[in-house]
């Protein structure tokens, strides 16, 4: 097969390394050491009193608040995981998953069934 244009060739090169590393650092895990911590969750309008949840340096150790935060999620959350782009919270039936997106440094949203948003949100990181 005969290259017509060289040129065009040589410049998708750099089109495609800068898509490769967009791609790959879109899909960075935090491993769950870094989210291991206190986080608040609550309600954003009307913002109601947080709910004090506790991330394991073991992803899936889950403590805190648990009850005010069936109240706010509409199951009671035993464990927690990480994904590629969330932060996810699974039902202590371990069938139930909120999934928390990404929505800056330190702090994940969910639209519940109502259509209102729910924040989690780190404590002294």
Do not use: K
């Amino acid at each position: 097969m005969r290259v017509s244009n060289p040129l065009i060739v040589l410049s998708a090169i750099p089109l495609m390394w800068m898509i490769e590393v967009a791609m790959g650092s879109s899909l960075l895990l935090p491993n769950p050491a870094q989210l291991a911590g206190r986080w608040q969750l609550y309600a954003e309008q009307p913002q109601g009193q947080p709910c004090e949840l506790h991330l394991g340096a073991s992803e899936g150790q889950l403590g805190g608040d648990l009850a005010c935060a069936e109240r706010l999620l509409g199951l009671r959350p035993g464990s927690w995981l990480v994904t590629p782009d969330t932060l996810a919270l699974v039902g202590a039936d371990g069938s139930s998953v909120v999934h928390f997106s990404r929505a800056g440094a330190q702090r994940y949203t969910w639209a519940a069934p109502d259509g209102t948003q729910r924040v989690l949100e780190r404590l002294n990181p």
